[in-house]
């Protein structure tokens, strides 16, 4: 697999992180998709989700919820189904993801405000040719009520992160936002190893209910579209002249 394949494999960038030791708290347990690891994951996790290995804007995510014994409820940015029995769910899931190769993951019980599910871009970038990661830009997203997804491109709204975890009545505001600083800094460290030319990160990183902070993916050409939606667009202007810097260079 080429370079620019593995930098879009969440999967092999997942792996990446496990291997760092300070990373491992921040991952949620995560398996290749197989029907095996389905039951294994539900049979730990009353909620699971399912994404593309290659994939981007919540296209393709699949949210298993287990209603009772046998019975579980399918729902996507389209669909919204109960599947009665084992064989049905697989098939069901069959149909949904297509070709697609999928990570099954533990799905996190994000923060919410208001019932809308929250989320944070934070992106992370370096001159061309130095080893010092900044942190220039970090923004929440607020996701539609009852979506399973925060992406912009499906109707989430932005808000700065202090605002939204307040909104969240997360507690310890400080540590969150110091662990969700940490881990995009240290995951950009760890992936320099091996992506060595890659001078931008993005990252969507989540905050539970109970104020943890977990890596959701890490994307390697992220969009940075919303920061224009913040009032104070210093950090949009940041972005885009690294950006710019690194193109000339």
Known sequence: MIASELRRNKWYKHQLLMNSPALVRFLPKSYRYSSENLWKLLNLYPDIILKPVVGSGGVGIIKVSTVRDGVY??????????????????????????????????????ASVDGKLIDFRYIVQREKGESKWIITGKHAKIGKKGSVVTNLQQGANVETVRRALQQAHIKNIGKTMADLDYLSLKASKVFSRTFKAQTIWGYD????V??????????????????RYLKDRSMYRTIRRYQAMNRKQ
């Open 73 to 110: 409820h399918v729902q996507t940015s389209g669909v919204n189904e109960k599947a009665a029995g084992r064989d049905a769910l697989i098939a069901l899931i069959t149909r949904l993801k297509g070709k697609r190769t999928l990570i099954i993951q533990y799905c996190i019980q994000l």
């Open 205 to 208: 990183l989540a905050v539970d």
């Open 210 to 227: 109970n104020g943890r902070v977990w890596m959701i993916e890490a994307n390697c050409t992220p969009m940075v579209g919303g920061f």
